[in-house]
């Protein structure tokens, strides 16, 4: 107690939340989580809000057991308040409620950069400040409570305290009509079998894993937060290994885990580029900032505008294998070497892919014709027969069938 070590504390009275005395539990257990934070403050890694030029830094405000912590927006200092975070949790046994949890950051930030941040969190982002205690956490410059008419309010606080009082004595004469309506036209069900839990999902009423999937793909194709506007099916259709087209989906979609990625995932790791060792490692700089990157797309020689996208996507699957080849293998390879290869694999895959499609075309309608079934009291019988010309060896095969496809009889010879 105060930087001296103190024998043991016999309580005189039971201190618990409720209590007059309660306040002191949770000065008590934050005063690690405060020194942490002036700790970080004090270093600049933490910087606080001001309200105004001149006024202080404030980094955190603490009611009771709620906090408002406060730091720039960007992923250094959202690192280092998650460090903090988790040294709090190891240090006094408790966690952080990420589901009461929320992050307000300012306007100057495009969406995906605070959809970044919040990821990092762990805890959802709100447009506005959040509520607090019912009402809003920061009113800003227009003044008041938050509260839109205040009688309103005491008016349904009044309501709820009658009825957690028992009082009933309310006047349903005040209810919206068309809800009193709508609850008079529920049908009542006379039945004598007790309730039970329904799949809506399938007709039997049972849950199966096909039709969860089915829902949650459901749910997922249709949220916008998983769902990215633009012309996604011009990716899967150049002319390109597929190989290379999911690398392009990957990068479009911001899903390559690049080093930057990775930190932002709270992924300790060196952000300095595996290959040239100069600057933070992005989708920018491996694919084009970088020396290696630039040299390959001059030695490259996109001079050919045909299939300029399939050539385009083979390149950088090429530059993105010789950057995962230097970080596990050490092994680099020169630009000219990255453009021939470029050159020679997309030629060989172009011939090779041609050539499919050309023998697909050649496939005539008998190619595709099905067996069918003879009409009823009919017998269908089908012949093939092979010759080897080296030989001169003849065989030949029967086999038929009713109309119902079952085999009547078989014969080769």
Known sequence: ???????????????RQGDPLSPYLFIL??????????????????HGVRICRGAPEVSHLLFADDCFLFCRANVVEVNELMRILHTYEQASGQEINLVKSEVFISRNMSHVAKEDLSRILGVRLVLGTGIYLGLPSMVGRS????????SVLCMTLGCVGRLINGCHRLNLQEYIRDVAERILETPLVNSIREDKVVWEEERN???????????????????????????????WKAQA???????????????????????????????????????????????????????????????????????????LWCIWQNRNDKLWNDNVQTPRQIGRYVFDAWNDWYSVHKLQSNSESRTTEADLVRWKKPALGWVKCNVDVAFVPDSGRTSVGLCFRNNRGQVMAGMTQ
């Not at 096909?210 to 997922?220: D, E, P, Q, T």
């Open 29 to 46: 257990v934050t005063e690690c989580l405060t020194a942490l934070i002036h700790q970080s403050v004090g270093r600049g890694d933490i």
């Open 241 to 315: 290994p597929h190989k290379a087209r999911h690398l392009l989906w990957r990068l479009c979609r911001g899903c390559l885990p690049t080093r930057y990625r990775l930190l932002e995932r709270r992924v300790e790791c060196n952000l300095n580029c595996p290959v040239c060792d100069e600057e933070i490692e992005d989708e920018i700089h491996i694919f084009f900032r970088c020396a290696v990157a630039r040299d390959s797309w001059c030695a490259a020689a996109m001079r050919v505008v045909i299939y300029i996208v399939g050539r385009v996507t083979m390149l």
């Open 205 to 235: 009423g049972c849950y199966s894993v096909k039709s969860g999937y089915k829902l949650v793909m459901r749910y997922i194709i249709g949220s916008d937060k998983y769902h990215v506007a633009g012309n996604w099916n011009g990716i």
């Open 1 to 15: 107690m105060n930087y001296d070590r103190v024998g043991p504390i016999s309580p005189g009275r039971g201190l």
């Open 143 to 150: 003044g008041g409570l938050g509260v839109g008419k205040i």
